[in-house]
């Protein structure tokens, strides 16, 4: 009887110890995703090009649509966002053309309705409205790819960029 609850003892013990520490990594870690490299975002992006466009997917075997592919990449770093490009209407606050950086989400109107948010992009070369992004193209491309921002489809489709590395 005395060595059971030596054992209750003990591990009310050890349990209480480990509460703090899972306190302090919680702590690291939003810590680290607000110090997320841009960079990194980028480089890791990259390793996806060439992977098909598959509507609803964001499986990299199978293939990814253009918001499976942002969250997807953004879920590396420990950072969720919204799964449908219809989630990224409201979010944020829109950047100013010069405020653009690497990692940056650019956010467009569906090519058909201008009232509805239909693709998404992260910016991997941040220069205003003539910035690169890669992003899951349904397009001629039907891949990851990476494409200017100045081109006229994707111009007149612009509705904003967000940083969702410092929300």
């Given amino acids: 009887m005395k060595s059971t609850i030596s054992i209750v003892l003990l591990a009310?013990?050890?349990l209480s110890?480990?509460?703090?520490?899972?306190?302090?990594?919680?702590?690291s870690i939003s810590v680290s995703q607000s110090e997320i490299n841009r960079d990194s975002i980028i480089?890791?992006?990259?390793?996806?090009?060439?992977?098909?466009?598959?509507?609803?997917?964001?499986?990299?075997?199978?293939?990814?649509?253009?918001?499976?592919?942002?969250?997807?990449?953004?879920?590396?770093?420990?950072?969720?966002?919204?799964?449908s490009s219809s989630g990224y209407k409201n979010l944020g606050k829109a950047l100013k053309?010069?405020?653009?950086?690497?990692?940056?989400?650019?956010?467009?109107y569906g090519y058909k309705?201008?009232?509805v948010v239909g693709h998404l992009g992260i910016i991997c070369e941040a220069n205003g409205m003539q910035s690169k992004f890669i992003h899951a193209s349904s397009g001629?491309?039907?891949?990851?790819?990476?494409?200017?921002?100045?081109t006229e489809h994707y111009t007149k489709r612009f509705y904003k960029?967000?940083?969702?590395?410092s929300e």
């Fill in 43 to 83: 480089e890791y992006a990259k390793k996806y090009l060439g992977t098909p466009y598959v509507y609803a997917s964001s499986n990299p075997q199978k293939g990814f649509d253009c918001s499976g592919f942002v969250s997807y990449v953004f879920k590396n770093f420990g950072l969720t966002l919204p799964r």
């Fill in 161 to 165: 960029c967000i940083d969702v590395l």
């Fill in 97 to 108: 053309p010069e405020d653009f950086k690497v990692g940056d989400v650019l956010v467009f």
């Fill in 140 to 150: 001629k491309a039907q891949q990851v790819t990476i494409t200017a921002l100045d």
């Fill in 17 to 27: 110890f480990a509460t703090p520490q899972e306190k302090d990594s919680f702590k």
């Fill in 12 to 14: 009310v013990l050890l």
């Fill in 113 to 115: 309705d201008r009232t």
